[in-house]
């Protein structure tokens, strides 16, 4: 290892890795919007960032933003609309992937975002859905991103706010959603990616410096392994670049 | 029109109202806190997105429904009103129901171009489709495929910010819009914030810039920076602080109601708002100038 | 892209394309003229209305489906290649898709966004229901009032005239736009007809004027003046006289090929028809300028 | 009489005095447009223009428009946009009034611009509906105006395009339209208004210069008239100079 990086960075850098050139993806804030500037300064420099409120850009905004409405996400933008005219490209494959996070996901890539406990008298409400569904059921492929501890990876979420692959098999494809769904969940220890016609998430990839054992004893189910679980590869010096670059101020870097 | 007149004319408790449908730009807070001053009770706050305005709301008592698709604090966290009432009923319990933004989207839509529902996929699969009981499963008859049905939303009253304006309503807007143009078709009545007040021929110099027309309008009301602490392109930018401050300090109820207190309840109008902000407004004004190329109407 | 080539690439016999969907300007005739050089046949020409473009290539021999809600010649009368079509079956038969402005509307709208179809009200009682096998009349489930289901129209390929474009396709539009923007992304394929080829620094100054983001685009061509003979705002002026010479020497099949012959089989290209018109082309140029205000993106 | 006017001059004025002030009006080419430019310069002042391109005014054009989308139609409009927005609204009450004309219209209002004779092998076939239907459906009431001729006002026109009360009585309510209907039929002799509970249309009104007799004999149908069979205003001087101030270059005079 000739380059540090933090577990945070190596997340952005997996992420960046699952944009190809040209595709056309919805961006979140935060990790996703970073992953998005080092894809388009690395392998991806065609790529097209949208947002849902209504922005299409290419080239990532200057500075830092707090949410996707800011003005510098909107300055030289490609096109400042209306949310439907954004979100409604998810239709007809005009979109190829699109990210989201989540208080949880399960075993078959479920999403939650709305309540913890019971809809009618919840111990958590969360803010809810954004977006998210939409994209989730519409977009070509969705990439999760998720902290890797037991509360947030479980056997089965509360609410399904975003669908994955709801009971898995091909229960997704009879409910009516035209798009695959999730093909991987990033989390800060590895990498998992839907198996077999079960479509249940398995471990794929580790992160450097953890071990299959902590993964799954983080893992609120019970989690299988790809008969050859990878290492996740390492940041190169040119992806790191690309980030120190876009993350001036060291945000991702403790 | 005053705003405060606005709201007293065309705001009564129990209304269905839209404030702000850009998501994270150009929120009508001004409005808000102008709801909570007239102390209006058993509002159905609707809109994708609204930033912290519902979570004030809810906080100060005047709402017991939400309709929309997100609710919190967007760079600082959770909404703890919203919370709050959703969790424990306080200050009284919420009925939440619940939309993604696209499907939220179709049904302004719906609402706005007198369509009476509206089938989508985007939400099939969701549990949204049966924590919302408007929402109904399907089939589509010409394929046989599952479709969603979202019926059409008609808010009473739909407030927006706009960066310029005439007396008349007629106004440009730019940057992303989000949900404003359907959200505000949609709604029975319209009441535009101003940014600025400008002539007539400014608006009618680029008739494709306006998203609602001023004979659509129903009130306009001038309020430099109703928008703060959100951003509205080119006037102002967003007070990241505020935003940060507003979470740590309503963390529990007494903690919002001195809030509420110090930045709504105790200040007269919007006025005494940006007054109080002062110097913290000032830098948050946009100086710079970087404008469009200019179309051209000319007809010789 | 030349257009030639453009069209050539992504327009095969059979295609159901629409051309101009902005109603009576912006129409891109430079298409119409190409499509019948490069003898297309069997298309299903899909718009709202297309001024003469659909009745050019009806008399061309290249339609034999007609989806819309008008055909003729607006300031000239009705449309002879249409009639004789309709009613004679000359050159050949055509199949006409009848729908409402606002049904179609709804038709690419669905195509566009991804909805199946759309319940309407506009349609009821009418006798489109009727010729139109594709709308269904059915109940609204909420209410059990009667409804029009329109399902979605996704053509394969759309014509567009901009004022204004980049290399990348990107382009600013103004002016009204009928249907442009639904027909476009509803289309499988967007082929832009630029009447002027700009720095991406303009577009980019003005994202609130983009209609369709030219990552959506699939070929760009510099055409000036291919609305020619309709309007373009800003750019150049309705050419009436044509339209009603149109009228005047297209009365029988023999005159309308002597007109084609004149002015699109003879001549090889956009240009050699630019030159033909000469002066009268020059007449109809705008060079007034009567700019929009400007808006401001800066963000400090 | 103190002053000159032409048939369609007094169409146009008959026309203009069913707009009211501040009223939002479907207008279409030709003699309507005519009509809302003399409204707004004599009785009302503040109504507003709509065309189904996506064009709303409130000033006319400056000029003679050969179709709505001409630029002087659009330099310094309230509105630029797209059709959709425009039509929408007819819907929420947005919309007061539309004018239309037909090639036929019948007892019942109904007006057909589509196919004259058998629909899969007219006899003529019309260049269509356009947004008529729209119009017809959804205005809070339509105003329609055609040339008075036996071949014109039909007793049952071939192709309904745009609904009148279609089978006459409650049939349009019954079918799910959510406007009123025609108000009102202005021709080049008279005036028809729909009458009782069948809403068949009946004489209301003669032109000067006209008389009962001639009108029924142009009809298509057997014409009943109102019992009290009103003679149309004349056009007053008001009215006539704004008509002269619009038409300047007497279009409409002879």
Known sequence: MTHEYSTQELMIIAAARQIADGERIFVGMRLPITAYGVARLTHAPNAVGLFESGVARYEPADGMLYTMCDGPNQLGAAWTTGLIQIMGLLSGGRVHAGFIGGAEVDRFGNINTSYIGDIDDPKVKLPGSGGAPDIAAMAERLVIIINHQKHRLVEKVDFITSPGYLDGGDARKKAGLPGAGPAVIITDRAILKPHGPSNEFHLASIHPGHTVEEVVGNTGWDLKSFPEVEQTPEPTKEEMDALHHIDKEGFWRS | ?300
């Open chain 2, 1 to 300: 029109m005053s705003l405060s007149e606005a709201i007293s004319t065309f705001v009564q408790d129990g209304c269905n109202i839209v404030l702000g449908a850009a998501l994270e730009n150009a929120v009508p807070f001004a409005a808000t806190h102008e709801l909570i001053r007239q102390g209006r009770r058993e509002l159905n706050m609707i809109a994708p997105i609204s930033d912290i305005s519902t979570d004030m709301l809810i906080g100060a008592g005047c709402v017991t429904e939400v309709t929309g698709a997100w609710v919190g604090n967007v760079s600082g966290g959770m909404g703890h009103n919203f919370r709050r009432a959703a969790e424990k009923g306080l200050p009284h319990p919420i009925k939440v129901n619940d939309y993604s933004n696209f499907t939220i989207g179709m049904a302004f839509f719906a609402g706005a171009y007198g369509l009476p529902y509206i089938p989508v996929k985007t939400i099939l699969g969701s549990d949204i489709m049966k924590s919302n009981k408007n929402i109904r499963l399907a089939e589509d008859p010409f394929s046989g495929e599952p479709v969603a049905l979202v019926p059409a939303l008609k808010p009473d009253v739909a407030f927006l910010v706009v960066q310029r304006a005439d007396k008349a309503g007629n106004s440009h807007i730019w940057g992303s819009t989000g949900l404003t143009q359907e959200a505000s078709i949609a709604a029975n009545k319209i009441i535009v914030l101003a940014d600025e007040i400008v002539e007539p021929e400014v608006i009618a110099s680029d008739p494709s810039r306006v998203l609602i027309p001023g004979f659509g309008v129903d009130a306009v009301c001038h309020v430099p920076a109703a928008c703060h602490p959100a951003p509205l392109i080119g006037k102002w930018k967003r007070d990241n602080h505020f935003f940060h401050d507003y979470h740590k300090e309503t963390r529990d109820p007494a903690d919002f109601d001195r809030w509420c207190d110090e930045w709504v309840r105790d200040l007269p109008d919007h006025e005494a708002y940006r007054a109080k902000l002062g110097g913290q407004l000032e830098d948050l004004r946009i100086l710079g100038d970087i404008p469009s190329a200019p179309a051209n109407y000319a007809t010789e």
